[in-house]
């Protein structure tokens, strides 16, 4: 321990070692409603995950859950069941968890298109969770005043439009959506397969936004019938939330032309049921997740179709995805990565593409690549160096070009001239507020911070209804907490919760999945799945509290933490930053020697909650405590 770094707790401190929460864009209280799920309340789990999220159930299914990647239990060493280490733990499967209680009591379930009751719900735990029913108690209270119903433009009906017009509906305004797409939804019905993502559950969350009020309309084109300058004139603000929707080329020899199709262009006819000629042998360049999507939306299309099946079974079809990346880099999910391994995409890493190449008669007949030694440079920007030297031709009939999306923002060329443009198609916008150069022009989704996430997509989207509201009615939005620490007596965890491996969320077998087209990968867990995997979460709302005055510095408390996550050391030993010397000032004064003093140091990333600190303490100076913020909101 010395020379170990210390970090003195501050205001945030406890709200911060909730990291699945801090880590997901709009602050969804992933540890209010798993807990939920392992103490069987399942109906509050559903509205503590519902609260600040209008896609939660979308999200259950295809979220990026990046809560998941914060999750302490993924940290932590795991024990088997006879004690012994058995390496660092998983994290706690949130997502699927988040999609058990939706399946139980989201609109898929209920078949009703709103919430009831929603604004009387007081989660255990509100850490920022229940934003919409704080929403909402807070108008009916009188401490947030309604707008008067003006009315606001969103150009495109993704997860960023619809995000920003559900909390705008809310927040006492008439929100009118256009989509050029004859469905709603963006990219979560156009992009998302349907075996990821079954279009019943976007059809019923959609239907709870519009129940709010939300005014939806389907294939209109903005600049086509309908122009830009005309929705400034008619609307009191207007939010551009397109999505980056257009696939990217590459500029290769021979690209143009038939055979040859972008990745978002074939999702989108496969999603829309367009017909879409694909041949036997497919080439899918793209090391991403839309790259993944495009190589299994193929393979189900080739095994679907009967008159490639015997050639599918005998060998002359296939899939093939070619990345620059090597495995291990490849921006893909590792669900992803594995799932189509099982499914039968053929994965080539390591390749970079020169040319296509095609006949006389101008059909693809394969497509060129040389090796890629490295896709980043030290700083890890972009930066490939090729081996001119090592090249290869892969024979296909079809490529599919999934390297990337641009959105489409032509429709500014009539009313937007105002709107600058920092590249063409990206508008320059106030990374807070969204605001563009133009009054009254506010952007949101990929426009807002590129192509990311879905959470980060509804995190855009309610942040520029905030930006809205503001702008129309001239009053701030502001949350107000109110902090608790309520000391737990008697906490204990559930017998053997530390030694529990992660759940594996049932899946159906590769032959399943490839009967049809929409047949669904993913399960979903049980009740009592759920409940077990649940179980697993360490409750880091809950932590241990050491009162120093009653303190003896026995070591007791160390001596008998099973992951080793206490230890006392003398101050003399820790390397002191402003913070810690400031705090040891005002303990000790200036005069103290540090090396007849101690502080007991704790490794959050290695405590599990389990209390075995607070029950050997001869002293009691150790309390469970669980850390509370009820919210609501105000304008001003």
Not at 488 to 510: D, K
Request: aromatic share 6%; glycine share 10%; net charge negative.
């Amino acid at each position: 321990m010395s020379g170990a770094r210390v970090e003195v707790p501050g205001e945030n401190y406890h709200q911060n070692l909730i990291s699945c929460q801090v880590a997901c864009p709009v602050h969804t209280d992933a540890r209010g409603y798993v807990r939920a799920i392992a103490e069987g309340r399942f109906n509050d789990a559903y509205l503590i995950a519902r609260g600040p999220n209008p896609f939660a159930s979308i999200c259950g299914r295809v979220c990026g859950a990046p809560c998941e990647a914060a999750c302490r239990r993924g940290k932590v060493p795991r024990v088997d069941d006879d004690g012994e280490f058995a390496g660092i733990d998983r994290p706690v499967s949130i997502r699927a968890l988040k999609r058990f209680v939706c399946e139980l009591h989201g609109p898929e379930a209920q078949g009703i298109a709103v919430l009831p009751g929603i604004e009387n719900f007081q989660p255990p735990v509100a850490a920022n969770c229940e934003e919409m029913a704080a929403l909402l108690r807070s108008t009916l209270d009188g401490r947030l005043a309604r707008a008067n119903g003006e009315r606001v433009a969103i150009i495109g009906a993704g997860p960023a439009g619809l995000s920003a017009a559900h909390d705008l509906a809310l927040l006492g305004l008439k929100p009118v959506v256009y989509e050029s797409e004859s469905v709603p939804a963006g990219m979560l019905a156009v992009g998302i397969p349907a075996y990821r993502l079954p279009r019943a559950v976007i059809e019923n969350e959609v239907n709870v936004i519009r129940a709010l009020g939300v005014d939806i309309r389907c294939g209109v084109t903005i600049g086509k019938g309908i122009s830009f300058a005309t929705l400034r004139a008619d609307f009191a603000a207007v939010v551009i939330a397109v999505g980056a929707k257009s696939s990217r080329g590459l500029g290769l020899p021979g690209e143009a032309g038939p055979g040859v199709f972008g990745g978002v262009d074939l999702l989108r006819s496969v999603s829309l049921g367009e017909p879409v000629q694909v041949g036997r042998n497919v080439v899918v360049v793209g090391g991403g997740n839309v790259a993944y999507d495009v190589a299994r939306s193929v393979v189900r299309q080739i095994a679907f179709d009967t008159a490639r099946t015997a050639a599918r079974l005998a060998g002359t079809a296939k899939v093939q995805l070619v990345s620059l990346e090597g495995l291990e880099e490849m921006p893909a999910d590792t669900v992803e990565i594995r799932e189509g391994d099982e499914e039968g995409v053929e994965r080539l890493n390591g390749w970079g593409p020169v040319a296509i190449e095609r006949d006389r008669a101008g059909a693809v007949t394969g497509i060129r690549f040389r090796r890629c030694l490295r896709v980043y440079d030290e700083n890890r920007r972009f930066s490939p160096l090729y081996d001119d030297g090592d090249v290869m031709t892969v024979a296909c009939d079809s490529v599919m070009l999934a390297v990337g999306q641009a959105p489409q923002l032509q429709f500014l060329e009539d009313g937007g001239a105002d709107v600058e443009q920092f590249r063409p198609g990206w508008p320059k916008a106030d990374a807070k507020t969204l605001a563009t150069t133009a009054p009254g022009v506010f952007v949101a989704g990929d426009l807002a911070h590129g192509t990311r996430l879905l959470i980060d997509a509804v995190a855009s989207g309610k942040a520029a209804a905030r930006s809205v509201y503001q702008y129309i009615t001239g009053r701030a939005l502001t949350a107000h907490a109110v902090t608790s620490h309520l000391v737990q007596e008697g906490y204990r965890r559930e017998r053997g919760y530390e030694s529990i491996g992660r759940v594996s969320v049932p899946l159906a077998t590769p032959e399943e999945r490839l009967n049809h087209p929409e047949a669904l990968v993913e399960i979903g867990y049980t009740a009592a799945m759920a409940t077990r995997e649940a179980s697993r979460c360490l409750d880091c709302g809950v932590t241990p509290v050491f009162d120093s005055a009653r303190c003896v510095l026995c070591g007791g408390c160390a001596d008998v933490c099973p992951t080793l996550c206490l230890k006392l050391a003398p101050l003399s030993e820790i390397v002191e930053g402003s913070e810690m010397s400031a705090a040891i000032l005002a303990a000790l004064g200036p005069e103290e020697d540090l090396s007849l003093h101690s502080a007991i140091l704790k490794d959050e990333d290695r405590c599990i909650r389990c209390a075995a600190c607070a029950m050997r303490c001869p002293v009691d100076a150790i309390t469970m405590e669980r850390v509370t913020y009820t919210y609501s909101w105000s304008s001003q």
